[in-house]
């Protein structure tokens, strides 16, 4: 159903995301903000498909490009179920990513980028980002190809 602010911090929902991206028509955008230099880096996704509630929003995404250093959503994520704490479909045997990070992503084993995490829980970061794993800020949004 989406939650969050509209002008600030929002989720559009995992069922918008999976209607909007059916046709493969947009590409995944993130912009990331280093916590440790303050410049913004991207990551672009030509291929971005959220599967409906049936298959759990399962993720297809790639086709990496941009200067964000590695490619750490589709690395970790890709073919991955949608988790939050209450429905578990990652793959770490001792838990639940999305109970112990604080937020629901398609984790395999908790993941390469956490970006939709609690920030209290200080792991708000993109793996190998060249200013530094650590996010001050960061903005996922799609774009008509």
């Excluded at 991955?80 to 398609?106: E, H, K, M, Y």
């Excluded at 390469?112 to 001050?136: E, K």
Aim: aromatic share 18%; glycine share 12%.
């Amino acid at each position: 159903m989406g939650f969050g602010e509209r002008s600030s911090n929002y989720w559009l929902g995992n069922d918008q995301l999976s209607q909007l991206t059916a046709n493969n028509r947009y590409k995944l955008k993130f912009d990331l903000q280093s916590h440790d230099t303050g410049t913004w880096y991207y990551a672009e996704y030509s291929t971005f498909i959220v599967l409906s509630e049936a298959d759990n929003y399962l993720l297809l995404v790639g086709g990496f490009s941009g200067n964000a250093g590695f490619d750490a959503f589709g690395f970790e994520h890709n073919g991955r179920q949608f988790t939050t704490f209450d429905v578990d479909n990652d793959s770490w045997p001792s838990g639940n990513c999305a109970a112990l990070i604080g937020g629901g992503f398609w984790y395999r084993s908790c993941g390469a980028c956490y970006l939709n995490t609690a920030r209290s829980t200080g792991l708000f970061f993109w793996r190998d980002l060249p200013g530094g794993p650590l996010l001050q800020s960061s903005r996922m949004w799609l774009e008509c190809k």
